[in-house]
T-cell receptor
Framework: EAQVTQNPRYLITVTGKKLTVTCSQN?????MSWYRQDPGLGLRQIYY???????DKGDVPEGYKVSRKEKRNFPLILESPSPNQTSLYFC??????????????????FGPGTRLLVL | GQQVMQIPQYQHVQEGEDFTTYCNSS?????IQWYKQRPGGHPVFLIQ?????EVKKQKRLTFQFGEAKKNSSLHITATQTTDVGTYFC??????????FGSGTRLSIRP
């Protein structure tokens, strides 16, 4: 089954304790992205990756790191979590834009989400 | 940078009533996608609009892209309880960065 998986689904941690949220997709997608969702603010992009070893900042990258060593995995790292990073996090992937007509965007497939509470 | 406004933020309707959410951009868009997120779930792709004035239908859902390609709407006819959720627009910003509207949360009185 084609899917995006995230782990863990729920996490309670304390300020300053490093954590990693994993994301994996089995669709051979080039593009992967991380979002955070907060009430009233919708989905905001944290980081994205166009392909292996290619990552870039989204709109709210502060306090986060990512890596893309393999095509299928795109972990989100919080080196020193703070309470303002309490949020619902989604990983997403899409086929990519190479070879497509101009202005076309591929559908994004989202993972089930990770709810993070930082105390 | 690009500004996207989605209205209303909340809509509470009686089952069977219609519902509309609007997405307005400060700049001309190349295309726009719409997603639905059920309560406790993740966003799921609904549709993509590319052409000026384009109208697409999915059963009771009608999606429209403005002539000037600066706004879009999603209209649901005769809402059902299965329509409950938050609807997001995602205007095309660049091939890499993705922007989402703040969403419209639809709730329904049975």
């Amino acid at each position: 089954e084609a899917q995006v998986t995230q782990n863990p689904r729920y996490l309670i941690t304390v300020t300053g304790k490093k954590l990693t949220v994993t994301c994996s997709q089995n669709m051979n997608h080039e593009y992967m992205s991380w979002y955070r969702q907060d009430p009233g603010l919708g989905l905001r992009q944290i980081y994205y990756s166009m392909n292996v070893e290619v990552t870039d900042k989204g709109d709210v990258p502060e306090g986060y790191k990512v890596s893309r060593k393999e095509k299928r995995n795109f972990p989100l790292i919080l080196e020193s979590p703070s309470p303002n990073q309490t949020s619902l996090y989604f990983c997403a992937s899409s086929l990519g834009t190479s070879g497509r007509a101009r202005h076309w965007r591929e559908t994004q497939y989202f993972g089930p989400g990770t709810r993070l509470l930082v105390l | 940078g690009q500004q996207v406004m989605q209205i209303p933020q909340y809509q509470h309707v009686q089952e069977g009533e219609d519902f509309t959410t609007y997405c307005n951009s400060s700049t001309t868009l190349s295309n726009i996608q719409w997603y639905k997120q059920r309560p406790g779930g993740h966003p799921v792709f609904l549709i993509q609009l590319v052409k000026s004035g384009e109208v697409k239908k999915q059963k009771r859902l009608t999606f429209q892209f403005g002539e000037a390609k600066k706004n879009s709407s999603l209209h649901i006819t005769a809402t059902q309880t299965t329509d409950v959720g938050t609807y997001f627009c995602a205007p095309y910003s660049s091939a890499s960065k993705i922007i989402f509207g703040s969403g419209t949360r639809l709730s329904i009185r049975p």
